[in-house]
């Protein structure tokens, strides 16, 4: 397996920073990562963690900050986390990546890596040592060109920096641990090595625990006023928008500015500093009318000054609601665990493009939609809209519950059996196992209403195709029986497993 950028790295919609905001917050780690050791008269804090809660901006600082330092080639490496996104929610990859980055940063590097593959090539296969990777393939290939003076070109700027962002969206808690007290063990190592490392993620106690000590600078971004970058942030979207929409022109010419100084005021002060919301906000108010919903964004804005994350999502949701497949659509949207372009959502679930298409175009506020069948993912906007999705107390009737991976399998099941569409095919043979797994979550007795509500919903399904359904359900029944017969949850999916496995045989997959 060579040692590649294969990687995706792209970001969720509106992860930059807005420009000319968070100047103050840029420039303080600027100053600390630009810091030299040998000039400093304290001792250098290595690493710092910055904090901050949901939708506050962290992606986005983290972003400016590597675009910053890979202008002035500083920029060792980054890595950017993001929850249900494949390799980008795991340590699978993450050694590598920093690895092959360093590469492009310092080409020196190179050689010392080829040479620790050679003499280990298990170094990148699968249940590879993530300590062992680190070492071997990022720490000792960077001080080996620093030892030569193979990297002097970028040290007469600084020290090199490693930006890693989301690390709590990383699903592999064990493996950030593992991470986190390695770095914190190679620093203590070698105190006067230049290298910085920039983390960003939510208070995560797993994270936390680990962090808060004396040898990590902590930076907490709620403590950093936003409110005139948020304004800042508001009137320039406010005004595009106008140049675009004939409504709002034709209200300011007959009535003056809008939103008014007081109107922009409200929302400021309701924002609270949340990023996610002042933009969740700016496109609830400014998005086109339907004939479900037919209000003007002078009419929004009141209603978006009075409402939270959750009511707005609510409110956007709603516009799609009466659509069909809309469930199981924002469900697949929630669940996946990569983003799929809309083709391949309509693959999967066995209906049009433009059915996908009819329901996505009314939740533009909330989830990013391509602008053609065939290029780019649909992705939500924020993770905040999954927690929220997810979370039955919050979302109400549109609450994705986690027995739908039950579906997902089916889906996945058919998929792996209709190889004409290549990227569902990839994606049914990889996550299918995944999805089971995190059906069995639940309690038996949930399981099995669950299953016998799906069977019932499948049988009215046109879109059902019966000879794999009859197959998926046989893997079903024994998954049913081992539950009335069994209280072992680990007996349970043992029996549940062969059961899957002999279905396949006896369908003929190998």
């Known amino acids: ?32 990562a630009d810091t030299r050791t040998v000039l400093s008269k304290t001792p250098v804090m290595h690493v710092y963690w910055f904090h901050g809660f949901a939708g506050s901006g962290k992606s986005a600082v ?51 890596i080829k040479a620790a593959l050679q003499d280990n090539p298990g170094l990148l296969a699968q249940g590879a040592s993530l300590t062992m990777q680190l070492e071997r393939l990022v720490y000792e290939p960077f001080q080996a060109a620093l030892k030569r003076g193979l990297a002097i070109k970028g040290l007469f700027k600084g020290p090199f920096l490693i930006v890693i962002d989301g690390l709590d969206e990383c699903e592999d808690k064990h493996g950030v641990a593992t ?18 490392f920039l983390i960003t993620s939510r208070v995560e106690e797993h994270i936390r625990t680990r962090l808060e000590n004396g040898a990590v600078l902590l930076g907490n971004l709620n403590s950093h006023s936003a409110d005139e970058d948020i304004e800042m942030f508001l009137q320039a979207s406010f005004r595009d928008a106008a140049t675009n929409d004939r409504v709002i022109q034709t209200y300011v010419q007959a009535h003056g500015e809008w939103p008014t100084k007081p109107d922009m005021n409200k929302l400021v002060q309701h924002i609270k ?22 209000l003007t964004p002078m009419d929004r804005l009141p209603l978006a000054e ?38 391949g959502i309509a693959k999967l679930l066995g209906i049009e493009a433009f059915e996908v298409v009819h329901v996505l175009l009314n939740l533009q506020a909330i989830i990013h939609v391509p602008g053609t069948d065939e290029e780019g993912k649909v992705t939500l906007c924020h993770t905040s809209l999954r927690d929220f999705l997810t979370t039955e107390s919050r979302s109400g009737c549109f609450f994705v519950p986690p027995s739908f991976h039950l579906h997902l399998s089916y889906y996945c099941f058919a998929s792996i059996y209709d190889k004409s569409a290549e990227i569902t095919h990839h994606y049914a043979e990889r996550h299918i196992h995944a999805h089971w797994r995190r059906f069995p979550e639940l309690k038996a007795c949930d399981l099995i209403n669950e299953i016998g509500l799906f069977k019932a919903q499948a049988c009215q399904s046109p879109l059902v195709k019966r000879p794999l359904y009859h197959a998926f359900l046989c893997s079903l029944s024994f998954y049913s029986l ?5 209280r072992n949850s680990a007996e349970i999916f043992l029996v549940y497993w062969n059961g899957q496995w002999l279905v396949l045989g006896l369908s003929g997959k190998n």
């Open 62 to 112: 983290s972003l400016e900050i590597a675009k910053i330092y890979a202008g002035s080639g500083r920029l060792l490496a980054s890595y950017f986390f993001f929850r249900n996104a494949g390799d980008r929610s795991r340590m699978h990859r993450f050694a590598a990546t920093l690895a092959a980055q360093m590469v492009a940063a310092v080409p020196a590097t190179a050689s010392f």
């Open 306 to 343: 009075m409402n939270g994350l959750d009511s707005l999502y609510a409110q956007t949701l709603a516009r799609s609601q009466h659509l069909p497949h809309f469930r199981n659509i924002i469900a697949t949207v929630a669940l996946l665990r990569r983003s799929l372009p809309i083709i």
């Open 273 to 294: 500093g949340s990023f996610v919301l002042a933009s969740t906000i700016f496109k609830f108010i400014v998005q086109p009318a339907t004939e479900e919903d037919p």
């Open 179 to 196: 991470f986190i007290d390695h770095f914190l063990d190679f620093f203590r190592r070698h105190p006067s090595i230049p290298l910085r």
């Open 482 to 486: 081992s539950l009335a017969n069994s």
């Open 1 to 32: 397996m060579p040692l590649t950028l294969e990687i995706e790295q792209s970001l969720p919609p509106d992860s930059a920073c807005f420009p000319g905001t968070r100047k103050g917050v840029i420039q303080g780690i600027t100053s600390w």
